[in-house]
């Protein structure tokens, strides 16, 4: 029974454009969210996090949005640049443990 | 300030044998994490260590041993390599972000193939 769920296993942006990377949970229990990027041969490196209690958090050009009625939470890169290829994890953290999703393989096209 | 190492970075196993993979953090974090990663699976927790002395399972915890020696480091132990456990793992350590929100730092992975 997967907790958190990440649909879409890759996505292809063109340089400049906003992408879009989306994330579903099931568990309402679920204090606040994260997302990681991971490039190969190297460990998630955090990038952006949300608490439950927000909609919106902006960091840069990245911006996580949180709708909790529909247990969706979606990642926004704008614009997105070539050194933002990599897979995108969302994770969900619940009694100080993370749950992740598989992961987004996003490529940025020139 | 090396964060969170690990060690090796690649082993090849024959089914049966034992291995240790060993995890340094040098971020004086008390909470700290193994996880195993594997295609179109994402991470999974392996087991856990809140703080020094103490351990919990994780989502898949067969077949693992834990040991915490002491604030900085924190072991897996395969005691008998199954080739279901060739996998990626990984090890985090965490840190507060904020009153209500922390992430988790993680090393650079240890390859594991069990043949």
């Known amino acids: 029974d997967q907790q958190v769920k990440q649909n879409s296993p890759s996505l292809s942006v063109q340089e400049g454009r906003i992408s879009i990377l989306n994330c579903d949970y099931t568990?309402?229990?679920?204090?606040?969210f994260l997302w990681y990027k991971k490039y190969p041969a190297e460990g998630p490196t955090f990038l952006i996090s949300?608490?439950?209690?927000?909609d919106k958090n902006e960091d840069g050009r990245f911006t996580v949005f949180l709708n909790k009625s529909a247990k969706h939470l979606s990642l926004h890169i704008v614009p997105s640049q070539p050194g933002d290829s990599a897979v995108y994890f969302c994770a969900a953290s619940a009694a100080q443990k993370l749950v992740f999703g598989q992961g987004t393989r996003l490529t940025i096209n020139p | 300030n090396a964060g969170v190492t690990q060690t090796p970075k690649f082993q090849v196993l024959k089914t049966g044998q034992s291995m240790t993979l060993q995890c340094a953090q040098d971020m004086n974090h008390n909470s700290m994490y193994w996880y195993r990663q594997d295609p179109g699976m994402g991470l999974r927790l392996i087991y856990y260590?809140?703080?020094?002395?103490?351990?919990d399972k994780g989502e898949v915890p067969n077949g693992y041993n834990v040991s915490r020696l002491n604030k900085r480091e924190f072991s897996l132990r395969l005691e008998s390599a199954a080739p279901s456990q060739t996998s990626v793992y990984f090890c985090?350590?965490?840190?507060?972000?904020?009153?209500?929100?922390?992430?988790?730092?993680f090393g650079p992975g240890t390859r594991l193939t069990v043949l």
């Open positions: 568990n309402s229990m679920f204090d606040y």
């Open positions: 985090a350590s965490r840190v507060r972000l904020a009153v209500s929100s922390d992430t988790q730092y």
């Open positions: 260590s809140a703080s020094e002395g103490t351990t």
């Open positions: 949300i608490s439950s209690i927000k």
